[in-house]
């Protein structure tokens, strides 16, 4: 089955700067990437996803990019702001398939 | 987005007792919703998918008499704590998708139960 790897872990950047996520998948057939970001309590929101016939993806100061060769995506935030600080998920499926969940990345932007 | 209904927000239950969660798509119909259950700073653990009008699809390793799932709607599926104990205190979300509009893999989910068995 599908395993995804998410990091780091944790990742405090100071106000303005960028930050990045990475996730590696194993199953080359799937084809939805999916981010998710959650707050203290709160519901995972989705944020952005991408589907594997385009390579990058931007939403304002949010951005993915996949490598399906390598297969790995990253989660590119810019111009950082003290309400980004959460727990962002990547995620991988196939169509129609159950989403496998990568095990969060803590991100602290300090103001 | 879509929104998706989860209650109670927060269960507190003696240990033996059987808690139930509720899970709505309010303004779509799910023909498929996914329960998670969430330790403090980990990730979502699918413990089951709930498929309307038949039996829920159980990952390895979760108990189904133990956590039993009715999707009797196309908008409600409901997930049932059976004979609680402190282990089972966790927190429980559920998550559909909306198929509208070519939507086919977005999930959303809802607000989260957080269980505590005394």
């Known amino acids: 089955g599908e395993n995804v790897e998410q990091h780091p872990s944790t990742l405090s950047v100071q106000e303005g700067d960028s930050a990045v996520i990475k996730c590696t998948y194993s199953?080359?057939?799937?084809?939805?990437f999916p981010w998710y970001k959650q707050e203290l309590g709160k519901r995972p929101q989705l944020i952005i996803d991408?589907?594997?016939?385009?390579g990058e993806k931007k939403d304002q100061r949010i951005a993915v990019t996949l490598n399906k060769t390598a297969k790995h995506f990253s989660l590119h935030i810019t111009e950082t702001q003290p309400e980004d600080s959460a727990v962002y998920f990547c995620?991988?499926?196939?169509?129609?398939?159950?989403?496998?969940f990568g095990a969060g990345t803590i991100l602290r932007v300090k103001s | 987005g879509a929104v998706v209904s989860q209650h109670p927000s927060w269960v507190i239950c003696k240990s033996g007792t059987s808690v139930k969660i509720e899970c709505r798509s309010l303004?779509?119909?799910?023909?498929?919703m996914f329960w998670y259950r969430q330790f403090p700073k980990q990730s979502l653990m699918l413990m089951a998918t709930?498929?309307?009008?038949?039996?829920?699809?159980?990952e390895q390793g979760v108990e189904k008499d133990k956590f039993l799932i009715n999707h009797a709607s196309l908008t409600l599926s409901t997930l049932t704590v059976t004979s609680a104990h402190p282990e089972d205190s966790s927190f429980y979300i559920c998550?559909?998708?909306?198929?509208?509009?070519?939507?086919?893999?977005?999930?959303?989910f809802g607000s989260g139960t957080q269980l505590s068995v005394l």
């Open positions: 709930s498929n309307e009008g038949s039996k829920a699809t159980y």
């Open positions: 995620a991988a499926s196939r169509s129609g398939n159950k989403l496998v």
């Open positions: 998550s559909a998708r909306d198929q509208r509009g070519g939507l086919l893999e977005k999930l959303f």
């Open positions: 199953d080359s057939a799937s084809n939805y």
């Open positions: 303004d779509f119909q799910a023909t498929t």
């Open positions: 991408i589907r594997s016939n385009v």
